[in-house]
Each structure stands twice: as C-alpha cells, then as structure tokens.
C-alpha cells in the first residue's frame, strides 16, 4: 500500500470513528439502556452472567465501559492521524487533549438528546481510556525504539 493510501486510510478510519461515537450519543436515553440489556444478554450466552454477578452495577459496567473503549480507539486513530504531522512526543499529547475536548463537547452535545444528558465523571472515563492509549503507545514506541524498528 503506498503511503497516500495509508494516510487517506488513517484519515478515514479517524473521522468514521468520530461519526460512530457521535451516532451513537445521538441515541436516546431508552435506545442507549436497550444496548446495554443486548450487550449484558450476549455476555450471558457466552456464559458470563454479569447481570447476576453485579445487579443493576453490569448495566453501568457495560456502559462506562464502552465509554473507556470508544475514546481508547478514538486516542489510537487521533494518534495514527497526527503523528503523520508531528514528532511522536507531541503527537501523544496532543491526541490526548484532542480526546478530552472531543469527550466534552459530546457531553454537551447529549445534553439535547431525550433521556440523556451531560456527566463530567463520562469525560473523566473518556480521557482515561485516551490516557491508556498514551500509556501503550509510548510502551509500543518504547518496545520498537530499542529493536530499532521505529520509524
């Protein structure tokens, strides 16, 4: 693949993901708990009984949780994006802030969604999946710098 093409790609797998976590703000409250009771009944095939486990706590695990995951992979593409622009150190932190500015204004944009509104404790939970992204890319780099295979 040339390296137009994998930059195109980089770009277009950055936006899409950035639609998908808009799309998915923009469900209302009942549709939004409606994934979460499919996401809880499929764990429940594969034999994890979270529901049982932990009560009503799996319906907020679930939800939290697919908060920390969306904003790890948005860090992962926000960093694939920038880093073809700027050096990697900057590149991390940059992606980071773009995470947490990103988080906020989805917030706020669910704030004029029907049964949801905006929690700050979810921009902590996004930024915090941003930051693992930060940890294991500089562990990644670190890992590809000492076998010199960093580009």
Request: with cysteine; net charge positive; aromatic share 18%.
């Amino acid at each position: 693949m040339s390296d137009r093409n994998k930059k195109a790609l980089r770009w277009i797998l950055f936006l899409g993901w950035m639609i998908f976590i808009f799309y998915m703000s923009h469900q209302p409250g009942d549709k939004s708990s409606e994934q979460s009771r499919f996401v809880l009944y499929v764990f429940n095939l594969l034999g994890l009984k979270l529901d049982t486990y932990f009560g009503e706590l799996a319906t907020l695990i679930i939800r939290k949780g697919a908060h920390f995951t969306e904003y790890f992979i948005l860090f992962i593409l926000t960093y694939n994006v920038i880093s073809l622009y700027v050096v990697e150190r900057k590149a991390r932190l940059y992606s980071v802030i773009f995470v947490f500015l990103y988080a906020c204004s989805d917030e706020f944009y669910q704030s004029f969604i029907p049964g949801r509104g905006p929690a700050f404790k979810d921009v902590m939970i996004d930024t915090s999946g941003g930051l693992l992204g930060y940890l294991c890319v500089s562990i990644y780099n670190k890992i590809n710098i000492k076998k010199g295979s960093y580009s």
